[in-house]
């Protein structure tokens, strides 16, 4: 099966995210770990109460997940792996004497290296990956029983096709910002994502899902993003000047927060981790319709380009349930046109 890669065009380090912002950063921290100052890296291995041996780190890019927790003694060793041979080189010619060791691979259909591991690290990997069950499934079974796996990573609507009340809550709060600092909206345009990077947010709302088949959550921390993400994302002039901005970041930030708290299957980004779950591996039947269902989804989504997947989640109600339900009651219509502000 031909499964989607990412376009040679797409550079995953040029663009400006809202966590370029410092106020964002210690939001999210707030979030996950709750202290300002303390990132999700600190506040897992604080939790495991020892550093790991070694480390897969999934779709690793450039590298600078492995050598932040290297540098900070959370890790020993890792392996990265990827498909983009550019990003590999990078993150090779950057680990200099690190014990860092890289292999190219399709995450969704190539073996894990063979060297053991006791911890994988998805950071902002899994929205990349389209056969989640087979990955998860292969993962569980390779970590140790006293194995971990941590994520940080976007868990919001495939394709970024956000339900239409969670893309009006955050028109609402950007046009309530003074002009200078307001962002464009323009609602995200399914085959404009598809034809830039086929294999971005895939299938996002089905990483945690798919993950707790495999894995037993010892922590699950939405972090939120409805809000903020789409009015700071992006916007350039506030992220190149955000100290002008403090008190308006605060309010956005306070309606993200706000909303998560009374919804918090609505965050598009969230923090987790857990334990590998053996007896999930020995239930043969429900595995085999797994398989069948995921490969029944990406002939179906291989065959269209991956623009006709439109209902990734019906029938599968987990962490995102509820935006899952908002987004099946808002399917019949199209979506937002491109609303200026
Ligand atoms: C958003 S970037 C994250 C990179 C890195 N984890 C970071 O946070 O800096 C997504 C990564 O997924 C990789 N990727 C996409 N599809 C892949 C596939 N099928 N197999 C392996 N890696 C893939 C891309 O090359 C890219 O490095």
């Known amino acids: 099966m031909e499964h989607h890669q990412p376009s040679a065009a797409r550079s995953y380090y040029d663009e400006r995210y809202w966590n370029d912002i410092p106020a964002v950063v210690e939001h999210i921290n707030v979030q996950v770990s709750g202290k300002p100052d303390t990132e999700w890296d600190a506040h897992f291995f604080a939790r495991l109460g020892r550093a790991a041996e070694h480390a897969l780190i999934l ?14 003694g959370f890790i020993r060793s890792a392996t990265g792996i990827d498909i983009s041979t550019q990003l590999l080189d990078e993150a090779a010619a950057a680990a200099g004497d690190r014990p860092l060791r ?13 060297e053991p591991f006791d911890l994988v690290v998805n950071f902002s990997a899994g929205h990349h990956i389209a056969c989640l069950d087979r990955v998860f499934r292969e993962l569980c079974r390779r970590l140790p029983d006293d194995g971990w796996f941590v994520s940080y990573d976007y868990v919001g ?9 969670l893309w ?15 962002q464009t909206f323009v609602y995200p345009h399914l085959p404009t994502m598809i034809a830039v990077d086929p294999t971005e947010a895939i299938h996002s709302e089905l990483v945690v899902d798919t993950w707790s088949r495999y ?3 010892d922590e699950y921390r939405p972090v939120g993003g409805a809000i903020a993400y789409p009015v700071l994302t992006h916007n350039d002039d506030v992220i190149a000047d955000p100290a002008r901005w403090t008190d308006e970041i605060a309010v956005v930030l306070a309606a993200d927060a706000e909303l998560i708290q009374g919804n918090p299957s609505a965050a598009l980004f969230a923090y987790w981790a857990g334990t590998p779950n053996k007896a999930a591996l020995e239930q043969h039947e429900q595995l085999a319709r797994w398989t069948d269902e995921e490969d029944a989804r990406e002939r179906t989504a291989g065959a269209s380009g991956g623009g006709d997947w439109a209902d990734p989640c019906g029938g599968n109600p987990g962490i995102n349930a509820n935006v899952n339900a908002i987004r099946r009651n808002a399917r ?3 979506p937002p046109k491109a609303e200026r502000t």
């Open 215 to 217: 894995f037993v959550t």
């Open 157 to 165: 609507p495939h394709r970024n096709q956000y339900p239409h009340d």
């Open 332 to 334: 019949d219509t199209s």
């Open 59 to 72: 779709n690793c890019g450039n590298g600078a997940i492995e050598r932040n927790l290297y540098d900070q």
């Open 102 to 114: 890289y292999h190219r691979m399709d995450v969704n259909t190539a073996d894990f290296p063979a």
């Open 168 to 182: 009006f809550a955050a028109c609402r709060v950007n046009q309530g910002l003074p002009e200078a600092m307001r």
